[in-house]
């Protein structure tokens, strides 16, 4: 199995052969790939479980429908791996970018994430790109050898989207590609696009459960009118929720062959022999220009009528006003942090209240704020 899983993968696909390899070494896995590893260790790890309780648009207590941190993680890796296969890049490293890429939010979306990066300015602020590389480069504990999860460059190079350039000297070889303008592998650029994907559209399926967006103003949508009226034209009496799921499928299915078929032109173009030669090429994952314009007119849509919706920005208040009460209250007394956050305060500094805020989920922080403020709580 081991063997002939190299066989599918092309030239400029990052391998197990072309691997960068690990920051501490390990033996090479048996009956797995290094990517099959480093994705079986995100699984396994304490803030992947935490993605099940942490939100972006709708906060957890609000529905048990609503797509949540995990769910949106393994859509972007279903997206992701599917369009792998077909361009003949590494599925496995792919997945383990899509699965780990959140690993570093807050609790509450980003409300959550300005929030913090506001308490934390004079620190150095707060970055959940970098916080998720945190979380598997030094957070967690799970291995007697090292913190951390040890991961792959090539995942770690994923996971680290983009960084404020001030930022890069710090982080050696994986910070280099943003000083010198290289692109991370296509399978880091592929994961990109596939959470792109993912969130547009479930965020429509969302929005239209949570009755904060219409069928009515959707349908001034490009996208989305001309795939809602192809499933009414073949289904004249589909309505409701299997209306909404045809659409919402049709599009994902676009978005992901126009993908598909753009990027395989552009690597042709480019012809790149190896995924370092990749780096120092343009970007070659992308929409056609049709398509990505289309997608833009759906993300201008969902931000003023989802995200700027007077009641997701009531949350999106109530939010922000959690996170930063509980971050001036930590940094006023340290002494008021769990036992386990003040040893860790002696080590890191208010990076370790930083840490302790965007490890918690929603109910966690909300629970945490009752605790410290209610009388009757403890
Ligand atoms: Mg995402």
């Given at each position: 199995m081991h063997n002939t899983m190299h066989n599918r993968l092309a030239p400029y696909a990052v391998s197990d052969t072309n691997s960068r390899g690990r920051r501490i070494h390990e033996d090479f896995p048996t009956g797995r790939s290094q990517f099959q590893r480093d994705r079986d260790r995100i699984i396994h790890s304490t803030a992947f479980r935490r993605l099940e309780y942490k939100t972006q648009v709708?906060?957890?207590?609000?529905?048990?429908l609503f797509r949540t941190r995990l769910t949106h993680s393994l859509e972007v890796a279903q997206i992701g791996r599917s369009i792998a296969r077909n361009l003949g890049l590494n599925e496995e490293l792919v997945e383990a970018i899509a699965l780990s890429h959140d690993l570093g939010h807050t609790p509450f979306g980003h409300a959550g994430q300005d929030a913090l990066n506001n308490c934390m300015k004079a620190y150095g602020g707060f970055e959940h790109n970098l916080q998720s590389l945190r979380v598997v480069d030094?957070?967690?504990?799970?291995y007697a050898a090292f913190?951390?999860?040890?991961?792959?460059f090539e995942t770690r190079e994923g996971i680290l989207k983009r960084i404020p350039k001030s930022r890069a000297p710090e982080l050696g070889e994986l910070g280099m590609r943003f000083l010198h303008g290289h692109n991370p592998s296509l399978e880091a650029q592929l994961a990109n696009l596939a959470d792109e994907i993912a969130y547009n559209n479930h965020d429509v399926d969302d929005g239209l459960r949570s009755g904060l967006i219409t069928l009515a103003q959707l349908e001034e949508i490009e996208i989305f009118a001309r795939h809602l009226h192809h499933v009414k034209q073949h289904y004249p009496d589909i309505a409701g929720r299997r209306l909404i799921h045809e659409t919402v499928r049709g599009m994902i299915n676009t978005l992901a062959t126009d993908l598909t078929g753009q990027s395989i032109t552009r690597i042709r173009s480019a012809a790149p022999d190896s995924p370092d030669s990749v780096r120092e090429?343009?970007?070659?994952?992308g929409f056609s220009d049709a398509i990505k314009q289309q997608q833009q007119e759906l993300k201008r849509f969902l931000h003023s009528n989802l995200y700027r919706h007077y009641q997701v920005k009531r949350m999106s208040n109530k939010a922000r006003h959690t996170v930063e009460k509980l971050f001036a209250t930590f940094e006023t007394d340290?002494?008021?942090?769990?036992s386990e956050y003040q040893h860790k305060f002696q080590e890191y500094g208010y990076q370790a209240i930083a840490d302790y805020i965007a490890g918690m989920t929603d109910r966690y922080a909300i629970k945490e704020y009752q605790r410290l403020f209610a009388i009757t709580e403890n």
């Open positions: 709708f906060v957890n207590h609000e529905g048990d030094v957070l967690e504990e799970h913190n951390g999860l040890n991961l792959c090429k343009p970007v070659l994952i340290p002494a008021l942090l769990p």
